[in-house]
């Protein structure tokens, strides 16, 4: 009998490189080869995320290195599992259309009352692999909004240094795989953003007005937005409930293509100031957890109120709960 095994994409975590590789399973280890060196990993320690369509099938490896497979038979084969239940139900459009058609029956009162709501509930159920996918677009979108995002001209070292403690600040527990860019953004000058799924923004004119720690800090307080899933909520309350079911069903395609026009959301409404304080609480107490000072956040944000102040460029995201931004800042001074 043949040994089953799929063919995947091997990162590192490390670098930018892809390698092809093969997978097959010898008792209870993955063995990857295809590299300079084989690698083995305990099956108990892979996440391999669900099925969702012609996406690819991801898997999590120990040490921060991610393989990525199309070959959907041979994974199943490798790891001895069926398709699972989201790749079954994004099939079955007839639950979409009776949710629709319930929707519909709310009327006014809904709107006003129940969306807010079923938003907040629609959060809460949706699988962490399709806010992946709706995040990816929705920043893959952002190139062609009027923001003039450009290559960031950081220097390596110090992108590596950032990298290396924003891992730092990811929960152990998270169910995110987070991605950190870096971006020069002359239109909106000094900033940072979060999109669902684990997609974090930092610019480079942000970068240049604050220290190391009071990156940190701020972007702390973008994984609190993440992880709070803040971004996801307001997506769903702006665009309607039919990209919430259609997520919630684990139809990420769909989903995706709904909400990719409203990539620069979280931008351009900007946070109520609940959210707002929620996401400081979250980056003071997970600083404050890793031996860090949580006073930086507050000391970023005076720098980024008084960068606005000098200059004509919109309101930057951290500071969308203005004019109570000075009463934010000694808040988080204390």
Not at 159 to 173: E, G, N, T
Not at 256 to 266: D, E, I, P, R, W
Not at 276 to 288: F, G, M, V
């Amino acid at each position: 009998m043949s040994t089953p095994q799929a063919n995947a994409t091997f990162y590192d975590g490390a670098t930018s490189g892809a390698w092809p590789v093969t997978l097959t399973r010898e008792g209870q280890q993955l063995q990857v080869n295809g590299l300079a060196e084989a690698r083995s990993y305990a099956l108990a320690e892979v996440k391999l995320e669900p099925r969702l369509g012609s996406q690819p099938r991801r898997m999590a490896l120990p040490g921060g290195a991610i393989c990525e497979s199309h070959d959907h038979d041979g994974i199943a084969a490798v790891f001895g599992q069926g398709d699972g239940l989201l790749h079954h139900l994004e099939s079955r459009w007839r639950w979409v259309g009776y949710a629709a058609l319930l929707l519909a029956g709310f009327g006014v009162a809904f709107y006003l009352w129940g969306l807010p709501l079923l938003a907040s509930s629609a959060t809460l159920m949706t699988p962490p692999v399709v806010e992946r996918v709706i995040g990816d677009k929705a920043f893959e979108h952002l190139a062609t909004l009027d923001l003039d995002l450009k290559p960031t001209a950081l220097p390596a070292k110090r992108q590596a240094a950032l990298r290396q403690r924003f891992a730092q600040l990811v929960p152990s527990d998270s169910r995110y795989q987070y991605r950190l860019h870096f971006r020069a953004a002359p239109t909106i000058g000094a900033n940072a953003f979060a999109l669902p799924g684990g997609v974090v923004v930092l610019t480079d004119e942000l970068a240049a007005i604050v220290s190391d720690d009071e990156v940190i800090a701020v972007l702390a307080h973008e994984i609190g937005h993440v992880e709070l899933r803040h971004g996801l909520r307001m997506i769903y309350q702006s665009t309607g409930m039919g990209v919430a079911v259609s997520a919630v069903l684990g139809d990420a395609p769909s989903a995706a293509a709904q909400v990719a026009s409203f990539g620069a959301l979280v931008l351009q409404l900007g946070y109520s100031r609940e959210l707002e304080s929620e996401a400081d609480r979250y980056a003071q107490e997970r600083l404050t957890a890793l031996g860090q000072d949580r006073r930086k956040l507050g000391s970023a944000l005076a720098k980024l109120m008084k960068a606005h102040k000098e200059s004509e460029l919109k309101v930057p995201a951290l500071l969308s709960s203005h004019p109570d931004t000075a009463e934010r800042i000694k808040t988080l001074s204390r």
